[in-house]
T-cell receptor
Framework: GQNIDQPTEMTATEGAIVQINCTYQTSGFNGLFWYQQHAGEAPTFLSYNVLDGLEEKGRFSSFLSRSKGYSYLLLKELQMKDSASYLCAVRDSDYKLSFGAGTTVTVRA | ETGVTQTPRHLVMGMTNKKSLKCEQHLGHNAMYWYKQSAKKPLELMFVYNFKEQTENNSVPSRFSPECPNSSHLFLHLHTLQPEDSALYLC?????????????FGPGTRLLVL
């Protein structure tokens, strides 16, 4: 099966930076996704990486290293509304999407 | 965001009941998915439909029965469920199962089996 690991919880202060790491071992690789999920709501798409490097989108950036099976999501200038669960998901060679258990980020004032 | 809608949002049912979950996507997508999300666990893919044809059944018990009458609608029929089936059931859609297609999720149905 697929193996996707990310920390369970992280806490940071408003205005700070938080980096959520994700490591994966999958059968083939066809892209890595990050989703944000607020409690009781749908996961919403944040970013997609298929090539090595950094993808920047406003306050959020996502990095991928395929050789290391590693990605991170960087959240800058944290706001209270960023408190949510962040899901790392990897698409394998069969185009099946496998998810990590999610990282709950709590932003404190 | 109302691209993917799900009803009901909450459902409580006994183990002998029969109920159905409904998903509708307004994005013109061709692929639809059912996922199960349990507390502190990864999303588990249950079923995939591509152009109304079921292309994946991820070893899901037969007490869960999917139906896809057209590319915009997806149902999950439930009968004789167990308490461990209590979870958030998420529907998603994408343009197709091909490369670089992002899945968009509905808000989910929170199911409690008593």
């Amino acid at each position: 099966g697929q193996n996707i690991d990310q920390p369970t919880e992280m806490t940071a202060t408003e205005g700070a930076i938080v980096q959520i790491n994700c490591t994966y071992q999958t059968s083939g690789f066809n892209g890595l996704f990050w989703y944000q999920q607020h409690a009781g709501e749908a996961p919403t798409f944040l970013s997609y990486n298929v090539l090595d490097g950094l993808e920047e989108k406003g306050r959020f950036s996502s990095f991928l290293s395929r050789s290391k099976g590693y990605s991170y999501l960087l959240l800058k200038e944290l706001q209270m509304k960023d408190s949510a669960s962040y899901l790392c998901a990897v698409r394998d060679s069969d185009y099946k999407l496998s998810f990590g258990a999610g990282t709950t980020v709590t932003v404190r004032a | 965001e109302t691209g993917v809608t799900q009803t009901p949002r909450h459902l409580v049912m006994g183990m002998t009941n029969k109920k159905s979950l409904k998903c509708e996507q307004h994005l013109g997508h061709n692929a639809m998915y059912w996922y199960k999300q349990s507390a502190k666990k990864p999303l588990e893919l249950m079923f995939v439909y591509n152009f109304k044809e079921q292309t994946e059944n991820n070893s899901v018990p037969s007490r869960f029965s999917p139906e896809c009458p057209n590319s915009s609608h997806l149902f999950l029929h439930l009968h004789t469920l167990q308490p461990e089936d209590s979870a958030l059931y998420l529907c998603a859609s994408s343009q197709s199962r091909g490369d670089q297609e992002t899945q968009y999720f509905g808000p989910g149905t929170r199911l409690l089996v008593l």
